[in-house]
């Protein structure tokens, strides 16, 4: 059997400085945190990163490693604000930011893994996201009155997520009530590192969970990293849920005057 | 006679509830503790074909405990993650009642951020769904605290369309409904700009327009109805720690 397994210490070894990252999972939910924190801890910089942004998009930004942000939101849900993102776009740290709708973002990444150059969708029409991002086209339908918003394909060097469960060739499971985006941006991506809670043998992968479960295939998977606790402040049922007291403790580093609570905050995490 | 003093959280959960009927067989999507309720009610009296989500990844036909997803309770009747509630705003069949941090008279909502958005004085949440909602779907909000600074003139950004920039296929499916807030229920003449359905029991045209940044008039208004004794107890059934009223306090 193919052995795509990485170890954690490898993974920024498989990143550059310009790339454009996409990052699965939603808000503070099922983030690939284990590999964020590879890439914090590296000096790979100057990213586009491409999210539906939690507390992966905030580190990044008050590490200063984003150049472009695409995104519908950053939440950290029980949370409604990331402060280290609040304060990075106030502060005018983000060079250069895409903001979409959501479903937009979604057909951008549908595009992108389908390998075409847009995507046509109704939301974005007569809102400022058509003024924020003024690179944004329209089509007309060739078949009535209509015009869309063309939303142009995300495509990504690299994308990270998060999920339950993997063999070791890459057959990655989710075991929550939710897949989020993680096959998209695994599908939109050029190479996938794909981190889970626990390898198993493929036998396992389907001994005692349906096999609709089993989200991403290999074939759209570069390397598995075993991460036990890896997507740790975020949720990851069923697994674990939010560290919500954590979270508050990442909250209130973030909002301090005083940089070395920051800088406590991130030495006891990183 | 009645006995028991009605208090504003309630005659805005009745407010909310109003605005679902007729909806149909529709996801009621509610963002925020009064419209939350308010859906919970609609469905229980006028509405019960209405769709309720847990706010995660399921329907609902027993709705879980407020603000808790199906993992705390309830019976989920479908599965609706992230991914087919982008499909359903698609197809129209849902109805949103969302949060503001700005509307405009038009009925622009911003939840983006304040100022410049290249730099913006403060950074809210990101547009999140609401071009797409108020493309697509009836769309109401829901303010809690009705002040000067979310009534503004013209909103910093668009997130949600209001009646002015609805037109061509933004406009084909454009429905702005109501917004009902802590003093009043606004909704929208026939130029699509704001006017008073109603003005709560207690609140004063003065004061409404005080907290309003844009001429209105509410002279004329009625009052909001207040909820009936049977609403009163699906209400409380629903909130028994009254977390609505901590959202509106009485005034």
Same mark, same amino acid.
């Given at each position: 059997m193919l052995d795509k397994t990485l170890p954690l *210490?490898?993974? *920024?070894?498989?990143l550059e400085s310009g790339m454009t990252i996409g990052i699965g999972g939603w808000g503070s939910r099922r983030k690939p945190m284990a590999l964020v924190k590879e890439i914090l801890r590296s000096d790979v910089t100057d990213l586009t990163v491409v999210a539906f942004g939690g507390p992966d998009v905030g580190l990044l930004a008050r590490a200063g490693k984003i150049r472009k942000l695409v995104y519908g939101f950053v939440s950290l849900d029980s949370i409604p604000l990331d402060p280290n993102f609040t304060r990075a776009r106030e502060r005018g740290e983000i060079p250069e930011t895409s903001e979409y709708d959501e479903g937009m973002f979604v057909a951008g990444l549908k595009a992108g893994a389908n390998r075409l150059s847009f995507q046509p969708i109704r939301a974005g029409l007569g809102s400022d996201v058509m003024a924020m991002n003024p690179d944004l086209k329209t089509v007309r339908s060739p078949y009535d009155d209509e015009e869309y918003v063309a939303v142009p394909g995300l495509r990504l060097d690299v994308s990270l997520i998060h999920l339950n469960r993997a063999d070791a060739a890459g057959n990655g499971q989710y075991l929550g009530p939710d897949p989020y985006f993680d096959d998209l941006f695994a599908m939109a991506a050029d190479t996938t590192i794909l981190s889970v809670e626990q390898i198993v043998s493929t036998d396992d992968l389907t001994a005692k969970a349906p096999p609709q479960t089993l989200l991403v295939p290999r074939i759209f998977v570069n390397h598995v990293v075993e991460a036990p606790g890896g997507a740790h402040f975020t949720s990851c049922d069923p697994d674990y849920g939010r560290d919500e007291e954590f979270q508050k403790s990442y909250v209130a580093a973030a909002k301090s005057d005083s940089d070395s609570d920051w800088t406590e905050f991130e030495e006891r995490y990183l | 006679m009645t006995l028991q003093t009605i208090s504003r959280a309630d005659v805005c959960v009745a407010a909310v509830s109003d605005a679902f009927k007729g909806s149909g067989e529709v996801l009621a999507h509610a963002v925020g503790i009064v419209p939350a309720i308010g859906v919970r009610l609609a469905k229980a009296t006028h509405t019960p074909e209405l769709a309720l989500s847990d706010g995660e990844a399921f329907m609902m036909a027993e709705a879980p405990p407020?603000?808790?997803?199906a993992a705390a309770g309830g019976v989920p009747e479908a599965w609706v993650p992230f991914r087919s509630i982008f499909d359903i705003v698609a197809s129209g069949r849902r109805h949103s009642m969302m949060g503001a941090s700005q509307i405009d008279r038009h009925g622009n909502q911003n939840i983006s951020s304040i100022g410049d958005w290249r730099q913006p004085k403060r950074q809210l949440i990101g547009v999140r769904g609401a071009p797409g909602n108020t493309v697509n779907h009836r769309v109401d909000y829901w303010v809690a605290k009705h002040s000067a600074r979310i009534f &503004?003139?013209? &909103?910093? &950004?668009?997130?949600g369309v209001g009646n002015d920039r609805a037109v061509g296929t933004a406009g084909r499916f454009h429905d702005l409904g109501v917004v009902v807030t802590n003093l009043a229920v606004f909704g929208y003449d026939e130029n699509g700009l704001i006017k008073v359905n109603s003005i709560h029991p207690g609140v004063t045209p003065e004061e409404l327009q005080e907290a309003t940044g844009f001429p209105i008039d509410a002279t004329d208004a009625p009052l909001t109805r207040e909820p009936t004794e049977e609403e009163l107890k699906i209400i409380s059934a629903e909130d028994p720690k009254g977390l609505r009223h901590r959202e509106v306090p009485e005034s």
């Open positions: *210490a490898e993974v *920024a070894g498989k | 407020l603000l808790k997803t &503004v003139d013209s &909103v910093d &950004v668009a997130s």
